[in-house]
């Protein structure tokens, strides 16, 4: 029977048969009896009624899953007579010691709402009590009844709000979209805007680039302006694991969260998990692309990275063609324009006509964006109207009329040629369009509009109604600007118009001929017909349709169909002050020790018998300091890599973020992978130290030494695994430590004097190890054994050559830029960068310079010297030297002639950051060895 429901028959004939069966004594029928009767039990109330005591028992079953099933099929027996049985058994259920049957207890209470409005104030109170509730399985099924019955009482959540955030990764996917709904509501009433210090920033994150000195003064005013609530920092932090999700909808709500909560510089994060998203199924594309245009439209740089997932693929439908044309119009910027145009022009060939004509409409808007191209984009639409295709041609023609209207420039060669095109095209849209230009044109092309109009009085009878109308509109254009030639022939269309079968045709016939035709009975307005018809017409705004979505919450039904949807609940406006933190700290601290700080301990336990007493007072002299400054530094990564309790530390490190170096989320995954390789390579040298340690015991000291002064730079999970690498070290030198006491103390002291210097950057990202500071390690090495690690020249140098300024880009100017892996000339820090210029015009190119440099925090640049003269057709290669801080950060900056300055950046591929390491093969496996120990110890 269950099997036919499953496949859409209809089975209610049986009920009464299979109603019997619920008293049956095997749970297994039991289970399938309450199956069906979910489904039947609204349909036959009055059979389903009959059994409502077998339900009552049910509800007191040892067995979980027939207490929850009774407690659902109550619940969905839609009568008011039992609305006081469903109370009670509601009650009983939120109380129940299976989590599940609590759950089934969430949902009953949405139906019982819906059943019975006036049950509200029992239900809070029930809700109340279940958002208390610490199970996992529960809390997504209870804040999906607060959401249906009660989601203006906010004062519910406050006690239960750090609870939630915490219990977040573990809810059921479904339960994870409510909550974050839900609490992107929440905290849009109870916490202040991030985004105040955001507002002097451009779309195209012109912050990002801004020199050091301009970087602390916008970091310090923000400071001062804003500091975000230490909750708001826990929700922003705890969802954002959820980014990975495998569920489609968890990526789509976290995203809407980041976007309407988050503070602008980390919204970047959420674009390649949505991104991610376009290799779903067409259904999710659908709504994960209106949600990407929604927000293209305020921030192109977050998707300008990957402008080519949007590239239309021929195997899509039409309305994902159509929303990823509307998405490449609202990333066009003068950089990507010359590829996006490649680009349509294969569009406009497509079978598919409306994706053709959505295309032209496209090449349309980009001309009027980009002032650039406009000519460009013009020449191409008329070269379109030769296509054999009447559909591209009349849409040609409709966005070559917008395109002419805002230009007032003389294009009468194009009016001409248009006017040509009347004997062929059929489109009535496309038809009337002509007329209106040649209308609007009729004094720049006196000898064709009058042709026009009287081949148009020919064909009067049998046009479209929206052209006979631009007829009439035409006619009384030319007779109020040339009525020698166009007299007789207006008043024989005003004629025809006035017997039109269309009342809209003839009610337009006689208001022109009033205003017009001068008569004893025309009124006052007649004086002013050539200012109401030959009037400047404003200029038509193309605009995208995704422009008004905005204030929908993005992710919602309401956002997807433009317009209010029942049960749309509206983002509250940010409260200029917030209201008081302290309503969600009653019992929350109970459940944070409970829940945070266990992670928080586990972390301490190697920190704590990493040192021994001694030495850990010698350290933390040395190295608090350094730690301190270093970290905060440091931008998002130890946010993405560390433990999701420790609110303290990541709070200082995302609110450095916020002002500083890394707002695109590539550049701080990129950084990462920098970090990671830094890291293990610092580790092999600790190692190298510690492998020393087995024979001299001063070298031991060493290595502690260089330890803790480095730790404060390393990202957690590193530290982690070093702390256990060190731990088996020590325990295996323990001998030689008691015989050797003095000498530690002697060799340590100046060691940590010597050592110092080098290894205390403040305020700057660690660079990766240099040569010079190799060379320090490798002196400090006081036993015989040779270097495991030795810097070499680079085996494979490739010859792959990366754009830096296209020439159409450049106006003749072509730049390509290389990494030759050579030593840099002017810093043992700097990558070494080779820019070859190339002159493609036909004339001289002079003083060829570096202009303004927009370098991230702690990057520096040395430029190559300015370039008097470049002959036509000639090349030149110069080399500059860029210390990008282990980082593939953007190190942006313009190139100047003469004349002009175009702006262009450079980011290095991650292998260019690294230094070749020479090694034999049995100290290669060693280290093999040594690394995959440290990556079992760290997971």
Not at 167 to 180: A, N, R
Not at 533 to 559: M, N, V, Y
Request: hydrophobic share 35%; glycine share 4%; charged share 25%.
């Amino acid at each position: 029977i269950l099997q036919m429901i499953a496949k859409g028959k209809n089975a209610s004939e049986l009920f009464p048969a299979v109603v019997k069966n619920v008293a049956s004594k095997n749970i297994e029928i039991k289970k399938l009896v309450y199956v069906y009767l979910v489904r039947y039990a609204e349909e036959q109330q009055d059979l389903a009624l009959l059994s409502i005591s077998t339900f009552q028992r049910a509800l007191k079953d040892p067995n979980q899953l027939i207490r929850a099933s009774a407690l659902r099929v109550l619940s969905s027996i839609r009568v008011p007579i039992i609305v006081p049985i469903m109370m009670l058994a509601i009650k009983e259920a939120s109380a129940d010691l299976s989590p599940y049957v609590r759950k089934n207890a969430a949902h009953a209470i949405q139906k019982l709402y819906s059943l019975d409005p006036e049950q509200k104030e029992m239900l809070i109170e029930i809700i109340e009590k279940l958002l208390k509730d610490k199970s996992t399985l529960v809390a997504g099924s209870v804040v999906m009844a607060f959401e249906e019955v009660c989601p203006d009482r906010i004062d519910l959540i406050h006690k239960n709000y750090r609870k939630l955030c915490n219990l977040l990764v573990d809810v059921e996917e479904w339960g994870q979209v409510v909550i974050i709904h839900m609490l992107t509501r929440y905290a849009r009433t109870q916490f202040v805007s991030p985004w105040k210090e955001d507002d002097g920033l451009e779309d195209n994150e012109k912050d990002f680039y801004d020199s050091d000195e301009e970087q602390k003064e916008k970091s310090d005013k923000r400071k001062k302006a804003y500091t975000m609530d230490p909750d708001h920092r826990l929700l922003i932090r705890n969802t954002k694991p959820l980014l990975q999700s495998r569920n489609a909808a968890v990526v789509m709500a976290v995203a809407q969260l980041y976007w309407h909560i988050a503070p602008k510089s980390e919204v970047g994060i959420i674009s390649k998990p949505l991104v991610r998203l376009l290799r779903s199924n067409r259904e999710v594309q659908y709504i994960v692309l209106q949600n990407i245009a929604t927000m293209s439209i305020q921030r192109k740089g977050m998707f300008e990275p990957y402008l080519k997932s949007f590239y239309v693929r021929s195997t899509d439908p039409t309305m994902i063609k159509i929303l990823k044309l509307e998405i490449l119009t609202n990333l066009a910027n003068e950089a990507n324009i010359s590829t996006l145009l490649r680009e349509f022009q294969t569009y406009v060939k497509s079978q598919d006509k409306q994706f053709a004509a959505a295309t032209i409409q496209t090449i349309g808007r980009c001309a009027t964006n980009i002032s650039e191209v406009t000519d460009t984009c013009l020449n191409g639409l008329v070269c379109l109207l030769s296509n054999r295709d009447e559909i591209v041609v009349a849409e040609s023609v409709v966005v070559i009329k917008k395109l002419l209207q805002m230009q007032p420039i003389q294009h009468g060669e194009i009016i001409k040629h248009m006017a040509k095109l009347l004997d062929s095209i059929t489109v009535p849209v496309a038809r009337a369009s002509i007329l209106w230009l040649i209308g609007e044109n009729c004094e720049r092309v006196p000898i064709i509009a009058p042709d026009v109009l009287r081949k148009m009085a020919k064909s009067f009878t049998s046009e479209d109604d929206l052209v006979k109308l631009q007829i009439l509109n035409l006619g009384a254009k030319l007779y109020l600007t040339n009525s020698r030639q166009t007299k007789l022939l207006t008043q024989y269309i005003l004629n025809l118009g006035k017997y039109d079968q269309n009342y809209d045709i003839r009610d337009r016939t006689r208001f022109i001929r009033q205003l017009i035709v001068p008569n004893e009975k025309s009124g006052a307005l007649s004086k002013y017909a050539k200012k109401i018809f030959l009037a400047q017409k404003p200029a038509p705004l193309l605009e995208s349709p995704f422009k008004d979505r905005d204030h929908f919450q993005l992710g919602t039904l309401s956002h997807t169909l433009n317009t209010k949807a029942t049960g749309y609940l509206e983002l509250s406006n940010w409260p200029e002050v917030a209201p008081d933190p302290s309503v969600r700290n009653v019992e929350v601290i109970e459940l944070a020790k409970e829940w945070t700080p266990a992670g928080k301990a586990k972390k301490e336990k190697p920190d704590k018998k990493f040192y021994s007493e001694s030495e850990e007072e010698e350290d933390s002299s040395e190295s608090s300091s350094d730690s301190e400054s270093e970290s905060g530094s440091e931008s998002g990564e130890q946010d993405e890599e560390g433990d999701s309790s420790e609110d303290s530390s990541e709070d200082s490190s995302e609110h450095q973020s916020e002002s500083g170096s890394e707002s695109e989320a590539e550049n701080k995954r990129a950084g990462q992978k920098s970090s990671r390789t830094k890291g293990k390579r610092d580790s092999e040298d600790v190692d190298k130290e510690n492998e020393n340690s087995k024979t001299s015991d001063s070298s031991d000291a060493e290595s502690s030494s260089i330890e803790g002064s480095s730790s404060g730079s390393e990202s957690e999970s590193v530290s982690e695994s070093e702390s256990e690498s060190r731990k088996v070290t020590k325990e295996k030198g323990k001998k030689p430590k008691q015989d050797g006491n003095p000498l530690t103390k002697d060799v340590s002291l100046l060691d940590l004097d010597d050592f110092n210097p080098v290894s205390t950057p403040v305020a700057l990202p660690v660079p990766a190890l240099s040569p010079s500071l190799i060379a320090d390690l490798e002196g400090l090495n006081l036993s015989a054994s040779s270097s495991v690690i030795s810097v070499s020249t680079p085996v494979f140098v490739p010859m792959t050559t990366h754009v830096l300024l296209h020439r159409m880009s450049g106006k003749g100017l072509a730049a390509h830029y290389s990494f030759p892996r050579q030593p840099c000339i002017f810093g043992d820090k700097m990558v070494s960068v080779q820019i070859t210029l190339n002159n493609t015009t036909d004339r001289k190119i002079e003083n060829i310079h570096i202009g303004e440099k927009k370098l991230p925090m702690g990057m520096q640049m040395h430029v190559f010297n300015p370039i008097g003269s470049l002959e036509p057709g000639g090349s030149i290669t110069v080399s500059m030297g860029i210390d990008f801080c282990d980082s593939t950060q953007t190190a942006s900056f313009q190139l100047c002639t003469k004349d002009d300055c175009f702006s262009v950046n450079i980011q290095p591929p991650v292998g260019e950051l690294l230094l070749p390491v020479a090694m034999s093969e049995k100290d290669f496996k060693k280290e093999q060895g040594l690394q995959l120990k440290l990556c079992t110890v760290g997971h």
